[in-house]
């Protein structure tokens, strides 16, 4: 079945830095990639939609600025949280999706900024 | 607007004690309706996708239905290890277009 690597699983960093969170689909190439943000007790949030060599979508609210994808190929999607803040702690999780594999998603990352 | 409700938030059971869990939508133009199983600090993992109205699909312990409004999850006889929360999605009509969430329903099952 499709596999999607998330890493890292979790990540400690201090406020005011950068973190990169890495998203690969390991058995297909995944033509679309999205990132979700995942409170506690709440739902899955989407975040933005990528799709290979060209630039992100961003939903409504989501700062592209501070939140940048890159999907530099069709098994490997980037979300680089710059300039975290402790607002920014979160759960992070992506998906891939190509026709006729569904929608798989990763593990998550869990971002605690201090 | 599109929008997917389940119901209940959260449900507790005893070992054995089956029952059902629902999610209605309002979407324009269904393409999908995905059903996952998420577990405390993992992303979610596939159960099921239904696409038509009157759709069954079952895996285990689990059966999942569909109407022109809503879906059902059935568990039949639940075991401690279905402790987790189940979500609910749709996939509109759209080509590249991402999965909508409900809030998911958190089980509790106990021995």
């Known amino acids: 079945g499709a596999v999607v690597s998330q890493h890292p699983s979790w990540v400690i960093c201090k406020s005011g830095t950068s973190v990169k969170i890495e998203c690969r689909s390991l058995?297909?190439?995944?033509?679309?990639m999205f990132w979700y943000r995942q409170f506690p007790k709440q739902s899955l949030m989407l975040m933005a939609t990528?799709?290979?060599?060209?630039?992100?979508?961003?939903e409504q609210g989501v700062e592209k600025d501070k939140f940048l994808i890159n999907h530099a190929s069709l098994t490997l999607s980037t979300l680089t949280v710059t300039s975290a803040h402790p607002e920014d702690s979160s759960f992070y999780i992506c998906?891939?999706?190509?026709?006729?594999?569904?929608?798989?998603f990763g593990s998550g990352t869990r971002l605690t900024v201090v | 607007e599109d929008q997917v409700t389940q119901s209940p938030e959260a449900l507790r059971l005893q070992e054995g004690e089956s029952s059902s869990l629902n999610c209605s939508y309002t979407?324009?133009?269904?393409?999908?309706l995905f059903w996952y199983r998420q577990d405390p600090g993992k992303g979610p993992e596939f159960l099921f996708t239904?696409?038509?109205a009157g759709e069954e699909k079952e895996k285990e312990r689990l059966k999942a239905t569909l109407t022109k409004k809503e879906s059902f999850l059935h568990i039949t006889a639940p075991k401690p290890e279905d402790s987790a929360t189940y979500l609910c999605?749709?996939?509109?009509?759209?080509?590249?277009?991402?999965?909508?969430f409900g809030k998911g329903t958190t089980l509790s099952v106990s021995s």
């Open positions: 998906s891939a999706t190509r026709e006729t594999y569904g929608y798989t």
């Open positions: 058995d297909f190439q995944a033509t679309t």
């Open positions: 990528s799709n290979e060599g060209s630039k992100a979508t961003y």
């Open positions: 979407v324009s133009g269904l393409r999908g």
């Open positions: 239904l696409y038509s």
């Open positions: 999605a749709v996939l509109k009509n759209q080509a590249g277009t991402a999965l909508i």
